[in-house]
Nanobody, 123 residues
């Protein structure tokens, strides 16, 4: 089992920044690729960003490319999502997830999920 706890969400004005963190516990963190997903009201959960086990490979949704940066610290069992130039359409609950595979956008490939953290971007 892997337990994931997100933090860092909040309310920010358009153009602002937030940094989300996800703390992992349980099994060896470095065995898992990590992803961030988000779900807005009335919409399906969608892929945002992913990072491989060692941190040397990342992948982003087109909608966030150039604005968001995913990183991980395997020594601290954490994965982060730096979000800059935020837009109202980034408003959603953000989830981190862990996968033993490297198939970033495959939502059903992630075995473990956090409870989510709310991000609200005002215009």
């Amino acid at each position: 089992q892997v337990q994931l706890v997100e933090s860092g969400g909040g309310l920010v004005q358009a153009g602002g920044s937030l940094r989300l963190s996800c703390a992992a516990s349980g099994r060896t963190f470095s065995n898992y690729a990590m992803g961030w997903f988000r779900q807005a009201p009335g919409k399906e959960r969608e892929f945002v960003a992913a990072i491989n086990r060692g941190g040397g490979r990342t992948y982003y949704a087109d909608s966030v490319k150039g604005r968001f940066t995913i990183s991980r610290d395997n020594a601290k069992n954490t994965v982060s999502l730096q979000m800059d130039s935020l837009k109202p359409e980034d408003t959603a609950v953000y989830y981190c997830a862990a996968s033993t595979e490297w198939d970033p956008v495959k939502i059903h490939g992630y075995e473990y999920w956090g409870q989510g953290t709310q991000v609200t971007v005002s215009s």
